[in-house]
């Protein structure tokens, strides 16, 4: 299995940023000793959020192709998550785990939260929909 170290190196190789010091200038660290760690073997198998952040500032959109936010968060314990999500009929936004997602749709984030792969695009709908689109299915008595 391909450690922590080899996948920010890998990332890091595809970014194009030339060196260290150019990383952790983009990203906010204090210097070139501030990185140097994430290219040598770690006792963590995992991102923690704070470096996440920073790689995400630093790396995303660059490199051929463009390195997304998901690729980085699939480093971290949280795996690769949506950060903005919306009800897909109203657009309210949605927080936490309040979302209710289409069944389809549902197998298939399970399946790329296993493979620590980032997120497919999916359908999410609020309480408020949910509660609308029961009652033009059922009727108000449910
Ligand atoms: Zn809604």
């Known amino acids: ?9 890998a990332l890091f190789d595809r970014s194009g940023v030339k060196t260290q010091s150019e990383l952790a200038r983009l ?20 991102l923690e959020s704070g470096s996440a952040k ?7 959109g660059r490199g051929h192709p463009p390195i997304t936010k998901g690729e980085i968060m699939a ?6 998550t949506i950060i903005e999500r919306a009800c897909w009929f109203c657009k309210t936004p949605i927080h936490a785990c309040f979302g209710f997602v289409l069944v389809r749709d549902y197998l298939a984030i399970d399946a790329a939260i296993k493979a620590r792969t980032p997120l497919p695009p999916f359908r999410e709908l609020c309480g408020i929909c949910v509660e609308k689109a029961s009652q033009l299915m059922f009727g108000d008595d449910v």
């Open 27 to 46: 990203g906010g660290w204090k210097g070139r000793s501030s990185v140097q760690r994430f290219f040598k073997p770690m006792p963590s198998e995992f």
């Open 75 to 80: 480093l971290t314990e949280v795996g690769p």
């Open 1 to 9: 299995m391909t450690q922590l170290h080899e996948k920010l190196q």
């Open 54 to 60: 920073k790689f995400i500032q630093a790396m995303v």
